[in-house]
Nanobody, 119 residues
Framework: QVQLVESGGGLVQPGGSLRLSCAASGIIFNIYAMGWYRQAPGKARELVAT???????NYADSVKGRFTVSRDSAKKTVSLQMNSLSPEDTAVYYC?????????????WGQGTQVTVSS
């Protein structure tokens, strides 16, 4: 009943920028935390950035100063602005939302969007 649709991934050269967006739809009573995780080949999924309903953000050390997470609670969207990208940022990026729906409070995940940083 709840869907997360991501957009904005792709191929970018080192030093370049990309912006990811994620929109939540369905029966949603309240949205709490939103954010992004990523998974590189052969590695575990890791936190990139999260933002609370009070707009408090948290970042992985590896992206601090380069990535910015933001949300529009009215539109039920979360975005990730990624600057100064490096090959180490190559991964599938997953949107994450913790929300209250008809079934209670739970986590939801997007389908993933590929980000490739390469020259």
């Amino acid at each position: 009943q709840v869907q997360l649709v991501e957009s904005g991934g792709g191929l970018v050269q080192p030093g370049g920028s990309l912006r990811l967006s994620c929109a939540a739809s369905g029966i949603i009573f309240n949205i709490y935390a939103m954010g992004w995780y990523r998974q590189a080949p052969g590695k575990a999924r890791e936190l990139v950035a999260t933002i609370t309903s009070g707009a408090k953000s948290n970042y992985a050390d590896s992206v601090k100063g380069r990535f910015t997470v933001s949300r529009d609670s009215a539109k039920k969207t979360v975005s990730l602005q990624m600057n100064s990208l490096s090959p180490e940022d190559t991964a599938v990026y997953y949107c994450y939302v913790n929300l209250l729906g008809p079934g209670g409070t739970r986590d939801y995940w997007g389908q993933g969007t590929q980000v490739t940083v390469s020259s």
